[in-house]
């Protein structure tokens, strides 16, 4: 007999097991080879599962609420050189965006700004930073977080490392807490349409001006993203630095380098005027600074960026009268004086804007008049308006400040109307460009320096000719400059 059909000859045999007769053996094989597979499909069932709750009770980890956020999450504990040894990292990869984000308690760093906001629905989040928030304490220990570095010129110095960001710092409430003694009153430096503004000194010395955002107004977080993400890498000598930011549950904060001179507004109209009037030289100055700087935000820099809010509070300034923009990214309403008509009329905000804003506060500048001025006689209430009508009737001289001493040359007063003249056209496509304007204007800076330094010496004059334009109005006039003239002195 072969053993093919001896094997045969074995299954076919009947066989009886647990009360059933008269199997064959082949039969068996198979009933228990199909058990076999049932039961481990039974515990593959089991353990899925058990995983599957066990994953549910772990997504009551807030990480998870935080929306459009994949759960591809990686943990990974901070190294060696992290001040915050506790400090647990999540890496959260969001799918839809494919941005990465890292967050753990009370703060979020993000590889891209446009994830800022989603970390404020954090409840973890808000836990964490309720639990040293102001008042109450945890303020203490505040210090510990730094390494005690020395001053040197650069403001990030001496501060956590694990907090630097591309392009500026992360700080907690407590290191604000601390830079300001508890946002103290005596610390205010003054209050704008989006919160206030604290002065404070980091722990390395570095001096700062904290903005805590008003933090019951969606539009003030709105603000926040605007402006982190608008100025963030953005650097200019005429800008104010945004050093970094503070984001803690309800809390915004922006952290910028601190100005220590006040700004233009109080320079013209309010309490800096104790300190003395800006001679033209400085009012020049800081008029060229912030033309550059605008300059830069428009043309040197992709994605442009629109300042939209172009005053004279906006334009900070340091001791030796370098303007500061500052409040660039701000999405905000514009007052009433610098308000360009395209924008009343189509709610449109771009460059052309900013420059008529810009032509504004050059006349504010030069005249020292607030750019609406209801004290005033009617015809004399709007600046711009006003001053057309004052070139158009050949009375251009007659607006200069009379706080000026000395007043500045013809040359030099006709070219800055005929710069802010320019900015305000009320077509915006005739505006210049704001390369230009820095151009003109650090042209007459020049001049003006020229003049100075060699009084007798023959320099340079333009002469204003003003003719009526229709297009300026009925009151309005265009200014050119004619061929240059002898000057004797
Ligand atoms: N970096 C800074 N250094 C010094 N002072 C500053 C700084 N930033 C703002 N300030 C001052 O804080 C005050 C409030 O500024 P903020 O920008 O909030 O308001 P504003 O410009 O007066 O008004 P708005 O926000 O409506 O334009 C102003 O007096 C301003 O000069």
Not at 75 to 90: F, T, W
Not at 338 to 354: C, Q
Request: net charge positive.
């Amino acid at each position: 007999m072969s053993p093919e059909s001896s094997l045969n000859a074995e299954m076919s045999k009947k066989i009886s097991f647990f009360g059933l007769k008269g199997l064959k053996l082949w039969v068996w094989v198979c009933l228990v080879v199909g058990v076999f597979i049932v039961m481990i499909l039974c515990i593959l069932s089991l353990w899925i599962t058990f995983r599957r709750k066990s994953r549910r009770s772990s997504s009551k980890f807030p990480f998870n609420q935080i929306p459009h956020v994949s759960k591809d999450i990686r943990v990974d504990r901070a190294g060696v050189q992290n001040p915050h040894p506790e400090s647990l990292y999540i890496e959260m990869n969001d799918k839809s965006t494919g941005k990465t984000m890292m967050s753990h308690l009370g703060r979020t760093k993000s590889s891209d700004n446009d994830t800022l906001s989603q970390c404020s629905s954090v409840n973890h989040h808000e836990r964490a930073c309720s639990s040293h928030s102001g008042e109450e304490g945890g303020f203490g220990s505040a210090g510990r977080l730094y390494g005690g570095g020395p001053v040197t010129a650069s403001p990030l110095v001496g501060l956590p490392e694990i907090s630097h960001l591309g392009w500026g710092h992360w700080f907690t409430l407590r290191d604000l807490e601390l830079a300001t003694n508890r946002f103290a009153a005596v610390n205010v430096l003054g209050e704008g349409g989006y919160g206030v503004v604290y002065r404070g000194k980091l722990v390395n010395g570095t001096e700062v001006a904290v903005k805590k955002l008003l933090n019951n107004l969606g539009q003030a977080e709105k603000e926040f993203r605007v402006e982190v993400e608008a100025i963030g890498h953005v650097r200019h000598k005429n800008l104010v630095r945004l050093l970094g930011y503070c984001i803690e549950g309800v809390h915004r904060m922006l952290v910028y380098e601190y100005v220590n001179s006040g700004n233009l507004e109080q320079w013209l109209h309010g309490a800096m005027r104790q300190h003395g009037n800006l001679t033209w030289e400085a009012r020049i100055k800081i008029i060229t600074g912030t033309a550059q700087a605008l300059a830069y935000l428009h043309e040197a820099i992709e994605p442009k960026v629109v300042h939209r809010d172009i005053r004279a509070s906006n334009i900070l300034i340091d001791d030796e009268f370098n303007a500061k923009l500052s409040d660039f990214g701000v999405s905000q309403a514009l007052g009433l004086g610098y308000v360009a008509p395209e924008y009343a009329n189509t709610g449109l905000l771009n460059e052309k804007s900013d420059i008529y804003s810009f032509g504004v506060l050059l006349l504010e500048a030069v005249t020292g008049r607030d750019p609406v001025d209801y004290g005033r006689p009617a015809n004399e209430v709007n600046l711009v308006e006003w001053l057309k009508m004052m070139v158009g009737t050949r009375r251009a001289e007659e607006v200069v400040d009379p706080k000026l001493e000395p007043r500045p040359s013809k040359s030099a007063l006709k070219r800055a109307l005929l710069v802010s003249l320019r900015c305000v056209d009320p077509e915006a496509e005739k505006r210049p460009r704001m390369s230009q304007i820095a151009r003109m204007l650090e042209s007459d800076e020049h001049t003006f320096h020229k003049e100075r330094r060699n009084r007798k010496s023959r320099t340079a004059s333009m002469e204003i000719v003003e003719t009526k334009d229709e297009s300026l109005g009925p009151s309005g006039a265009e200014t050119h400059i004619t061929k240059p003239e002898k000057t004797h002195e």
